[in-house]
């Protein structure tokens, strides 16, 4: 890292991925090194499942004055491969900048997505995540791909900081962060020509001035014109042979998306469910499983 740069990362993720912990834990290591490190997070819904922000500043040298959000990044890394075609992640992208994404997909194909100039760099966290630590959580291990893209931080650095944050569970982390290491693969972005824009559909809030006091919504019913569907990265699936139709999935369930079917066993509804696994988790007949996909 050259002297007197102050290098910034936007992470986009969903709640309940771990974004946040993600940019801490990279500050904790920068700050083991010697350096100057911010890490904080934006939330728009604080839902488990909406997309979240989160935010690094590292400097080798100069201490970090600014505390406002990164809009000119210099490296972006993808928690949820889902984010790439609903938002604008490499929205103020540097040149000569990184994008990191967790995707089942090749370099070579995701390549077709984007234009600019910077590196890309692809790693499978999902597969590496369920394998090693049993849950799709990519935090830690989408840290083995930014070392290995970036350099940013050591590895060993991180020893510490994951001890102190999942203590007996450090290992496993540490371990998925390694193997992200190994298998992240890159290559550079380098468009000349016209680009090739993209389109992303924003969703239209009121403005400031157009909302009630005390923001009393009037309009009742309105949560069903968001479709939370198109969150998902995951899916449940019910395995009927095991499920005793207790209805505890459609209790926790919190977009109250999943019904009972004329067969009496339950049933998410795929426009709404936002694939945060609280239904797999609560059944304990452990009847439902999360699976790749929406
Ligand atoms: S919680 Fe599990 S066992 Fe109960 S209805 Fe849902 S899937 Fe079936
Ligand atoms: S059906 Fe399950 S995964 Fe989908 S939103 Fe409801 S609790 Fe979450």
Redesign the pocket.
């Given at each position: 890292m050259e002297k007197g740069t102050t290098i910034e990362i936007r992470w986009h993720g969903r709640g309940g991925q771990g974004a946040v912990t993600s940019a801490e834990l990279t500050a904790l290591a920068a700050m083991r090194e010697g350096k100057y490190a911010q890490a904080f997070p934006s939330f728009g819904p604080e839902r488990r499942?909406a997309p979240v922000l989160a935010f690094n500043r590292i400097s080798q040298d100069t201490p970090i004055r600014i505390r406002s959000g990164v809009v000119k990044p210099d490296i972006v890394i993808v928690l949820d491969p889902g984010l790439v075609t609903l938002i604008n992640v490499v929205d103020g992208l540097k040149p000569g900048g990184a994008l990191i994404v967790n995707s089942t997909r090749s370099v070579d194909d995701l390549k077709q997505e984007f234009s600019g100039d910077w590196k890309l760099a692809v790693v499978n966290a999902s597969a590496i995540a369920r394998e090693l630590l049993g849950v799709n959580i990519v935090n830690t291990t989408m840290l083995g791909a930014l070392i290995r893209a970036t350099g940013i931080i050591n590895m060993e650095s991180l020893t510490e900081p994951l001890a102190e944050k999942f203590g007996a569970r450090s290992k496993s982390n540490f371990e998925a962060c390694n193997r992200a290491f190994k298998e992240t693969a890159q290559d550079k972005i380098t468009t000349t020509g016209p680009k090739k824009q993209k389109s992303f559909q924003a969703e239209k809030l009121p403005r400031w001035n157009e909302l009630l006091v005390g923001c009393a919504v009037t309009d009742v019913g309105n949560t069903k014109r968001f479709c939370t569907g198109d969150w998902?990265s995951e899916?449940?699936e019910w395995n009927d042979a095991v499920c005793i139709q207790c209805g505890i999935?459609s209790i926790?369930?919190?977009?109250a998306?999943?019904s009972e079917q004329s067969d009496g066993y339950f049933r998410?509804n795929p426009f709404?469910?936002?694939?945060?696994?609280?239904?797999?988790q609560e059944c304990w007949t452990k009847a439902i499983k999360?699976v790749e996909g929406s």
């Open positions: 499942g998902k899916h449940p999935c926790y369930c919190p977009e998306c999943i998410s709404f469910c936002k694939g945060c696994g609280i239904c797999a999360m």
